[in-house]
């Protein structure tokens, strides 16, 4: 059974930078696309950033390019999402997942304040 595991939210002002990292267990993470996704109070779950298997391919929702770059290192299982220029409005719990997703974390809080 797949287990994933966010870490590295917290609270930050307009204009600052957090690293999310998230550990995933079993052996198909390195076959695997990943996925950051958010959920704001109130809102639907968003994908916000999306990354092949290899990490040679990478997507990101419009409301965050150029501000969030998604990686990835196969040899630990992990999953980066880098945020910089934070907004209050990504003020959400994000968690990531395979793409499709799977079963889910328990997701990090992110919350930037203006």
């Known amino acids: 059974q797949v287990q994933l595991v966010e870490s590295g939210g917290g609270l930050v002002q307009a204009g600052g930078s957090l690293r999310l990292s998230c550990v995933a267990s079993?052996?198909?993470?390195?076959?695997?696309?990943m996925g950051w996704y958010r959920q704001a109070p109130g809102k639907q779950r968003e994908l916000v950033a999306s990354i092949s298997s290899g990490g040679g391919r990478i997507n990101s929702a419009d409301s965050v390019k150029g501000r969030f770059t998604i990686s990835r290192d196969n040899t630990k299982n992990t999953v980066y999402l880098q945020m910089n220029s934070l907004k209050p409005e990504d003020t959400a719990v994000y968690y990531c997942?395979?793409?499709?997703?799977?079963?889910w974390g328990q997701g990090t809080q992110v919350t930037v304040s203006s």
């Open positions: 079993g052996r198909i993470f390195s076959i695997a696309a």
């Open positions: 997942n395979f793409l499709p997703p799977v079963t």
